[in-house]
């Protein structure tokens, strides 16, 4: 790649990061303006684009575990929200086609419904960073919106793979069985590799290096290079390393994708009437969040759950790009049509930057209208949180928060509970038996639900993130708590920042850490005194 292209793409991704907006905002718009300063066609741009596509699958196929997959507040609500927005969408734009509008007078219903199917996907990119930025990702609002778009994925990776005309051979059907042996992993042949690896470099290169041997093993006999990558990371998605190599390619995939957006400007210049068509999808996206926003309500979600997801996923997607490669190269829509998905996408992701930066806050001031939605029921991790005769709630049980709870729990004795939201970190410390109860502290709702939240007495924020513990302190002083809060910060301006909030205490995360190691080691070195003696 030549450096210019490196230059143009890195000052709009910049630009656009300065405006908080998502960098791969700029990053199409950087391809816009290459393909006007006279790029066209790029071998390596195309292989960049093919490797960043291979790596995000190959990371979806990790995280994919079937059985959270079933729940019907994820299969339920992707497969029921995208084929309404096919319906519908697919009914309007074949509608259009009567009106001899530009684009559109060619498109028959089976093209329509094409166009729908690019445009009822949302971002898995921008919403896992979205997630990522609210320390939201492990928290049930993530693992449903993850999970949705993760069924969505697998959905338009089956299509690409059977979209195209040519038949696999018979070795192709060996090869599938792969699926089907869930404990391939367990075998010594690849667990071993993995395990001996470590967690360097070399766990990276094996990472990139793995979906791109599947990519050519299943091209090879006639299946798509994209099952492949999938099929690559279903297969280790349960080793333990699976989650550290998954978070190890994050940036690199990222990279890569760069690659992609760029490409999608090279197709052509935005004119009047693609900017037009892209506005016109952009205006209906509410109608598709509110699809997600009633359907979650309808399976027993809180009104402010259903909202915040239905926030992350009011946006088009990277894979309606894909699809939309699909059908320009099958001869189904015209390039024209890439440049309309490339600009949908742009514009959903500038008015979903700032509405998921203040879902919380919107949800607060109408939530009165969002409630009128919700469902009598609730689902077990949304019923009332009772704390029972706990005077200490320590909020976040990261490193910090399990240090803190096991050393006054020696000392009380059954009076102090964790609240944590993270299912599967909940799961691990019931085999410690430890007194862990589910709950998002950012939720405005979780106060209403605590019962009765004035018996506690102390109140310990260690929650991952300075601007979380800030939310969670404003909240508290907003519910008129009266008990004692201590906070952990890292720098000075955080524990400054936290005391003018009203926290009664506030420790410096780095300077305990030093005095719990030190304890240790005196620990340790008075023990050995006390064997000499």
């Given amino acids: 790649m030549e450096p210019l292209w490196l230059i143009i793409a890195f000052l709009f991704g910049f630009i656009f990061k300065q405006l908080h907006l998502p960098p791969l905002v700029g990053f199409l718009v950087a391809g816009f303006v290459l393909n006007f300063l006279g790029v066209k066609d790029s071998l390596i741009l195309e292989e960049i684009s093919n490797i960043g596509i291979l790596l995000l699958l190959f990371t979806i196929g990790l995280k994919l575990k079937i059985k959270k997959l079933l729940s019907p507040e994820i299969l339920a609500t992707a497969s029921l929200n995208m084929l309404l927005v096919v319906s519908i969408f697919g009914t309007v734009i074949w509608l259009l086609c009567f009106f001899a509008l530009p684009l559109f007078t060619n498109l028959t219903f089976q093209t329509s419904l094409l166009i729908a199917f690019a445009l009822?996907?949302?971002?898995?990119?921008?919403?896992?960073?979205?997630?990522?930025?609210?320390?939201?990702?492990?928290?049930?609002?993530?693992?449903?919106?993850?999970?949705?778009?993760?069924?969505?994925?697998?959905?338009?990776?089956?299509?690409?793979?059977?979209?195209?005309?040519?038949?696999?051979?018979?070795?192709?059907?060996?090869?599938?069985?792969?699926?089907?042996i869930p404990w391939l992993i367990k075998l010594k042949i690849i667990s071993e590799l993995i395990n001996k690896i470590g967690h360097g470099e070399l766990l990276i290169l094996f990472g990139i290096l793995l979906p791109i041997s599947f990519a050519f093993l299943f091209e090879g006999v006639g299946l798509k290079a994209d099952f492949g990558a999938l099929v690559a990371g279903?297969?280790?998605?349960?080793?333990?390393?699976?989650?550290?190599?998954?978070?190890?390619?994050?940036?690199?995939?990222?990279?890569?994708?760069?690659?992609?957006?760029?490409?999608?400007?090279?197709?052509?210049?935005?004119?009047?009437?693609?900017?037009?068509?892209?506005i016109f999808f952009v205006l209906l996206l509410p109608l598709k969040s509110y699809f997600f926003f009633y359907m979650l309500t309808k399976l027993k979600l809180r009104a402010r759950t259903s909202s915040i997801i239905s926030f992350s996923l009011t946006n088009y997607s990277e894979f309606g790009l894909i699809i939309g490669i699909v059908g320009y190269k099958a001869g189904w829509i015209s390039e024209q049509w890439l440049v309309v998905f490339a600009l949908a996408l742009a514009i959903s992701f500038i008015i979903s930057a700032p509405l998921n930066s203040f879902s919380h806050s919107i949800y607060s001031k109408f939530h009165n209208w969002f409630q009128r939605f919700e469902s009598s029921e609730r689902l077990s991790f949304e019923q009332p949180i009772r704390y029972g005769d706990a005077k200490i709630v320590i909020l976040g049980m990261g490193r910090m928060g399990v240090s803190v709870y096991d050393e006054l729990e020696q000392k009380l004795k059954g009076g102090v509970v964790g609240v944590e939201y993270n299912e599967d970190a909940i799961k691990k410390h019931k085999l410690f038996n430890r007194n862990i109860l589910i709950g998002d502290a950012t939720d405005t709702d979780f106060w209403e639900r605590a019962c009765p939240v004035n018996d506690i007495e102390t109140i310990v924020l260690t929650l991952p993130k300075h601007s979380v513990n800030v939310e969670v302190l404003t909240l508290l002083r907003e519910n008129n708590f009266a008990g004692k809060i201590i906070a952990v910060g890292s720098f000075d301006d955080e524990i400054e920042e936290l005391k003018e909030l009203g926290a009664n205490r506030v420790f410096n995360y780095f300077a305990e850490a030093g005095v719990g190691f030190a304890d240790h080691i005196y620990e340790a070195y008075d023990d050995k005194i006390e064997s000499i003696k």
């Fill in 234 to 278: 279903v297969l280790i998605s349960n080793h333990p390393k699976a989650e550290e190599m998954s978070k190890a390619l994050l940036n690199f995939k990222d990279l890569f994708l760069v690659g992609f957006f760029l490409t999608i400007g090279l197709f052509g210049i935005p004119t009047f009437t693609t900017v037009a068509i892209a």
């Fill in 120 to 180: 009822s996907f949302s971002s898995t990119v921008f919403a896992v960073k979205v997630l990522e930025e609210k320390s939201e990702t492990s928290s049930p609002i993530g693992r449903i919106s993850i999970g949705i778009l993760i069924v969505q994925d697998i959905i338009a990776i089956l299509f690409i793979s059977f979209s195209s005309s040519k038949l696999p051979s018979v070795w192709a059907f060996a090869l599938l069985l792969l699926l089907l």
